[in-house]
Structure formats: C-alpha cells, structure tokens
C-alpha cells in the first residue's frame, strides 16, 4: 500500500487547510486511515482517524477544529483543519491499516508527510 498525501504550506493563524491522502496498491481491504503529526523535538501523535464505518477519533487539542472524512471508493482521506493555531505546525503523516488479503492481519502503513506551518 502505497499513501500519496496533498496539501500543507503555510497558513495564517485562524486559517484553514485541507490535506487529501489517496491510498494505492494491492489489497484487500483498508480498516482505517487517518493523521499522525510531529513537530520538532515531539513524538509523533495522533490527530484523527476514520474507521471502515465511519467511526472517528481525534486528538484533544484538534476536537472541534478538525474534521475526517473519506471516500473509500477512491481509498482518499481527507483531513480539513479550521481555527488553525501556532501550536498546529508539524509535519502531518498519512496512515493506514489495511489487509493484504481475507485472510492476513493488518499492516500498517505511512505516508512520507506534509509539513503544515501556521504562522504569520
């Protein structure tokens, strides 16, 4: 599985910013996709995550700001960040679990990141 990400720059705090993560390659079935980001010095987090069915989880610090969706015929995420603050500069990383076939367990995979820079 392949996962190509879009979008990131440089936003004005209060700002707005959509990333777009399109997943490829062969395989069963994707179980979930969502957002990890680090900034300089920190580990990486998570910010959001989208199940199969649409369940979604967020990160304290993005709930309310953020929102997931995904269009799992195109296999895409995308991850629409509003209110934008300082605080929110990271590098954003495209992730998901998928299955390879019926019968695998799931792997995991990452995309090669999006730096996002809120600042003005």
């Known amino acids: 599985v392949q996962l190509q990400a879009s979008g990131g720059g440089l936003v004005q705090p209060g700002g707005s910013q959509r990333l777009s993560c399109a997943a490829s390659?062969?395989?069963?079935?994707?179980?979930?996709m969502g957002w990890y980001r680090q900034a300089p010095g920190n580990q990486r987090d998570l910010v959001a995550r989208?199940?199969?069915?649409?369940?979604?989880t967020f990160a304290d610090s993005v709930r309310g700001r953020f929102t997931i969706s995904r269009d799992s015929a195109k296999n895409t995420v995308y991850l629409q960040m509003n209110s934008l603050k300082p605080d929110d500069t990271a590098v954003y990383y495209c992730?998901?679990?998928?299955?390879?076939?019926?019968?695998?367990?799931?792997?995991?995979?990452w995309g090669q990141g999006t730096l996002v820079t809120v600042s003005s």
């Open positions: 390659g062969t395989f069963f079935r994707i179980t979930r």
């Open positions: 989208i199940s199969s069915s649409g369940s979604a």
């Open positions: 992730h998901a679990r998928a299955l390879r076939s019926p019968w695998s367990s799931e792997s995991e995979y």
